[in-house]
């Protein structure tokens, strides 16, 4: 029994890097893109739905290209970006009615890195800015003519664009060959078909955190709506997480509540990030959705300082909260906006210190007064990417010390690094009874074996442990209430 309680304080080791994915679509009003045209040079095209590069003739010859910088923000400046795809759709309603065209030639394109400053509604093609042929990105002459260019590659890009912050302004769409008949027309943040809007696609780790993303379904998920106009109906099944003040048969006002498990954050781990998605719910029966008809719809996110059940909660019983690290909610700037990587760091962290007076989150209007609204999607939704979703990257202190051969002067391996052909050898420096265990990056241990007393060597036959992944593993000896690990590289 001794060495399953030394094995036990273990269990909590985090020797990989976890992995976070972000995905940014933004529409109209969070997009930064255009279109620029040297047949109207001096023209600004900030508005106009075309990401578009074409050499064509109207009045003349005329060349164009498009901008777009995503705003990549929301990525730690201590991140390591291991992927990164771009989504192009083809934009099928364009007045350019050829749309991707290489009537005289090859309408292969290059994605380059914007590397001086711009503006969405200043830039035109007298003022257009300088480009990097550095790790470009070439897409291929289109197939057809309404080809969606899905996936692309651009993970040097945008490597290149976090590396290099004070010269990096987003991404140039220019033909290869800019002579006149070819196109490829794509639609930008501009157009109105969400699904069309460009779509980059970014995984990242971060040091040696781990990083969860919480996202329950309706079995999973705990959430509410509550609703003064009827005071004492529950609706924990209202797939609605929203603040609203209106009138239906007399003045009323809601509110949200969410409350995500952390439970599988380790006790002792230290956050240090923690952001919260909210997608509006474009189906919600209060048609609406975001309004701020009589004045701002911002709202809050408090603390919910005791408990409620998801199937009892009501406008009557409604939980008490706490205004302290309270986070605002900007006033809505459409009327379908989603609210991606808010910030509530504090009001985790808050939860965590806090367990026995923490249940989750509510949302109220900031100004509870007609007419007002923010409608989000919560876990009761039926699109499963409309839930609420929260990331939350934390760091475990470090269980044990790894040490090498040499400083430990206790356990020898041979070979190592080996393969699962092989047959390692372990030998210690004393024959005193230990147990040797081998576990992976996760902490798992996925092999024990005995030194017996008087022993001080054993062999261990890879090949009938089964198939082991290549990467690390620990190898780690309990003895005498004393334990040494040593890395073990599995080729």
């Not at 923000?73 to 364009?94: E, F, M, V």
Request: charged share 15%; hydrophobic share 35%; aromatic share 8%.
């Amino acid at each position: 029994m001794k060495y399953a309680v030394l094995f036990a304080l273990t269990l909590g080791m985090n020797f990989g890097f976890a992995q976070t994915s972000i995905t940014l679509q933004p529409d109209a009003s969070q997009g930064k893109d255009a279109w620029i045209n040297s047949g109207q040079a001096t023209n600004n095209y900030g508005d106009y739905p075309n990401f578009a590069a074409i050499a064509w003739t109207s009045g003349g010859e005329f060349i164009s290209r498009g901008l777009i910088d995503f705003d990549l923000s929301s990525i730690p400046a201590n991140a390591t970006i291991t992927s990164a795809k771009l989504s192009l759709y083809c934009n099928t309603t364009s007045d350019h009615t050829q749309l991707h065209s290489g009537l005289s030639g090859s309408n292969a394109c290059f994605l380059q890195r914007v590397t001086s400053s711009w503006t969405e509604n200043a830039v035109n093609w007298n003022n257009q800015p300088t480009t990097s042929a550095v790790n470009q990105v070439t897409l291929p002459a289109s197939t057809s003519n309404t080809q969606d260019y899905l996936n692309i590659d651009v993970l040097n890009l945008i490597k290149d664009i976090k590396s290099n912050p004070s010269s990096s302004f987003g991404i140039m769409l220019k033909l290869e060959t800019e002579a006149k008949y070819r196109s490829l027309i794509f639609a930008n943040s501009d157009h109105l078909t969400a699904a069309k809007r460009p779509k980059l696609v970014i995984e990242y780790t971060v040091g040696n955190n781990t990083c969860i993303k919480i996202k329950p379904n309706a079995a999973d998920g705990k959430d509410a709506w509550i609703n003064s106009g009827q005071a004492s109906n529950n609706y924990g099944t209202y797939p609605n997480f929203a603040a609203i003040a209106w009138t239906s048969g007399g003045e009323f006002i809601s509110r949200g509540l969410i409350d995500f498990n952390l439970n599988s954050i380790p006790a002792n781990a230290t956050i240090e990030s923690a952001s919260l998605d909210l997608y509006c719910n474009t189906t919600s029966d209060h048609t609406q959705l975001h309004s701020s008809l009589s004045g701002s719809n911002a709202c809050i996110l408090q603390r919910i300082t005791s408990s409620w059940t998801e199937n009892a909660v009501n406008w009557n019983n409604q939980p008490s909260t706490s205004i302290t690290n309270e986070i605002t909610l900007a006033q809505s700037t459409s009327q379908t906006q989603d609210y991606l990587n808010i910030n509530v760091l504090p009001l985790i962290l808050d939860m965590r210190a806090n367990p026995s007076n923490s249940f989750g989150l509510m949302m109220k209007l900031a100004t509870e007064a007609k007419y007002r609204s923010l409608i989000f999607a919560n876990s009761d939704h039926a699109d499963s990417t409309k839930w609420p979703a929260l990331t939350i990257c934390y760091k475990l202190p470090s269980a044990v010390n790894e040490l090498t051969n040499k400083q430990n002067g206790q356990l020898f391996m041979y070979p190592n690094p080996i393969s699962n052909l092989e047959v390692l050898q372990i030998t210690k420096s004393n024959e005193e009874e230990a147990l040797v265990s081998i576990i992976d990056i996760q902490g798992k241990i996925i092999f024990t074996q005995t030194f017996a007393k008087g022993a001080n060597k054993i062999e261990i036959n890879f090949s009938q442990i089964g198939n082991l992944c290549k990467g690390t593993y620990f190898v780690k000896l309990d003895q005498a209430g004393a334990t040494s690990v040593t890395k073990l590289i599995v080729q």
